[in-house]
């Protein structure tokens, strides 16, 4: 007599926004000159190597300060404390969460 396993749960994780009939407002940039901006990673080294180049280039074609790079976990969302001193300290983000 063979053993049956009950069927596997899987569940799927919908990655759209919650606020759903209102628009986000985000706050454009603006001039970069002189200002810091934020390279947020989750770690994957192609993304790194994507943030030198990308630095020389907002500094050649845009004049900005620097880029400031911050590291967030790969799986759960970072803590709020990071986002907020992100916003505090850079006047915009190039962020690469994807594998």
């Given amino acids: 007599m ?3 396993n009950p069927p596997m749960e899987i569940e799927y994780l919908n990655p759209t926004s919650p606020k759903l009939g209102r628009q986000l407002f985000v706050p454009k940039v ?6 810091w901006i934020a390279f947020v990673s989750n770690g ?3 993304f790194g190597k994507i ?3 990308m630095e020389e280039l907002l500094k050649e074609r845009h004049g900005i300060a ?3 790079v911050y590291s967030v976990p790969t ?6 404390e990071l986002l907020d ?3 505090k300290e850079c006047a915009g983000a190039v962020v690469g969460l994807a594998n």
């Fill in 30 to 35: 603006g001039e970069l000159k002189d200002k």
């Fill in 51 to 53: 943030g030198l180049r």
């Fill in 75 to 80: 799986q759960p969302a970072p803590p709020p």
């Fill in 2 to 4: 063979t053993q049956m």
């Fill in 44 to 46: 994957w080294v192609s």
């Fill in 66 to 68: 620097g880029l400031r």
């Fill in 85 to 87: 001193r992100i916003a």
